[in-house]
């Protein structure tokens, strides 16, 4: 079938199943940085894996993208993007940096990093188990920071063309306490099989 047709009822449930994804991700960044966050998913769409790059940044901005694999009864891999800037402050806040703090990714910088992806990515897969009812085993994440086509290149070393249609889910992320706001772009890229079995089972 052609992914770019899905009906709007089949996206409204990837979408929900990332809003108890982000719910729960909320509740332990939360606890592990000891204020307040609320995470939300404003927006799930399709995208070809060509325009990424364009979604999240300039052509030429440097991004960290967080790459997960996923095995289980469903598989593919996960990415999760913030642009620089973005992920200099989300460490500020994991590290209790005052803000504009940190300027460089040293490795506990990257460590930072990978541990709120590893939260991020695992509430939504955790979610996404839970509702579909099926066994998904996440990987050790991997960090990359470059421009952003670089990283979505890093992303789809061994990807066929016929992978190039991904969710992308909009992630927003507010600290009320400080008055915050950051946003992120996970994007799920099940292989054909996982993603026809989401969708038989979206269809319902």
Known sequence: MDFRELKDYQLDGIKEISNIGGGHSATVLSQLINRRVMVSVPKVHLVSSEDIPRIISEEDEIVTGVLLKFLGDLTGRTLLIFPREQSLLLVDMMMGRKEGTTSVFTDIE????????????????????????????????????????????????????????????????????????????????????????????LNG
């Open 110 to 201: 990257q460590s930072a990093i990978k541990e709120v992806a590893n939260i991020v990515i695992g509430s939504y897969l955790t979610a996404l188990s839970d509702f579909l009812n099926m066994l998904i085993l996440p990987s050790v994440p991997n960090l990359v920071i470059d421009v952003a086509s670089a990283v979505i290149t890093s992303a789809y070393l061994d990807f066929s063309t016929d992978k190039d249609i991904v969710f992308c889910v909009e992630t927003e992320f507010e600290f009320p306490d400080d008055r915050e706001s950051l946003k992120g772009f996970l994007f799920l890229l099940p292989d054909p099989v996982s993603m026809n079995k989401l969708l038989d089972f």
